[in-house]
Every structure is written in structure tokens, then in C-alpha cells.
């Protein structure tokens, strides 16, 4: 069963860092490989936005609010995406899910709190 799995939220003062993990468990990498990979935030309220993508060929995208924040990156081996932010500020806060795009999977969410 192909499952994405999220890790590294938590409770962090602004301007603090975190780093999140997704991990394609039961995926093979031929099948994770060609996906874009994506993170979107889910905050309070229910609405769900798109925080960072990055396409198979390199090609990465981010929200304008967390540009220059914000890193995303692929471990196409090991089939993971990794999400690195730093300067994280109270609006940051949310669920943050992991998303093959092609694949159509979500993962379970990991939440994100930044205090003030």
C-alpha cells in the first residue's frame, strides 16, 4: 500500500527553522520519479494552498509569501521531498501535506505552529 508519510512539525517561536520530511512508502521509484512533488498548507478555516512545488525536470515554484523562506527538495532515490523553512512567522502556521501530483497522493499532514 503506497502511502506518503510527513514528519518534523511542531511548535516553534518566529523566526525559528523547521525542517519537514515526506517520505513515498511502497512506491517504486520508477513510479515516484516523474511526479511533481508539492507541499500545500492547510490553515485554519479549511483553505488548502499550495506552499512549494518541484517538477521531475528541477523546476521549482513557491508561494510568494514564503519566497526566500522556504526550500524545497526531492530525493528521487529514496524517494523522499524535504521542505526547509526558516524565518517562520505566525501566518506560517497550519497543516502541511505532502502531494505527488501525477500519482495523485496526499499525505496525512503534519502540523506547523509558529508563535509570536
Known amino acids: 500500500q503506497v502511502q506518503l508519510v510527513e514528519s518534523g512539525g511542531g511548535l516553534v517561536q518566529a523566526g525559528g527553522s523547521l525542517r519537514l520530511s515526506c517520505a513515498a512508502r511502497?512506491?517504486?521509484?520508477?513510479?515516484?520519479?516523474?511526479?511533481?512533488v508539492a507541499w500545500y498548507r492547510q490553515v485554519p478555516g479549511g483553505q488548502l494552498n499550495l506552499v512549494a512545488s518541484a517538477t521531475a525536470g528541477g523546476t521549482k515554484n513557491y508561494a510568494e509569501s514564503v519566497q526566500g523562506r522556504f526550500t524545497i527538495s526531492r530525493d528521487n532515490a529514496n524517494k523522499r521531498v524535504y521542505l526547509q523553512m526558516v524565518d517562520l512567522k505566525p501566518e506560517d502556521t497550519g497543516v502541511y501535506y505532502c502531494?505527488?501530483?501525477?500519482?495523485?497522493?496526499w499525505g496525512q499532514g503534519t502540523q506547523v505552529t509558529v508563535t509570536s
Open positions: 502531494r505527488l501530483e501525477q500519482s495523485d497522493r
Open positions: 511502497g512506491m517504486i521509484t520508477s513510479v515516484f520519479n516523474p511526479n511533481t
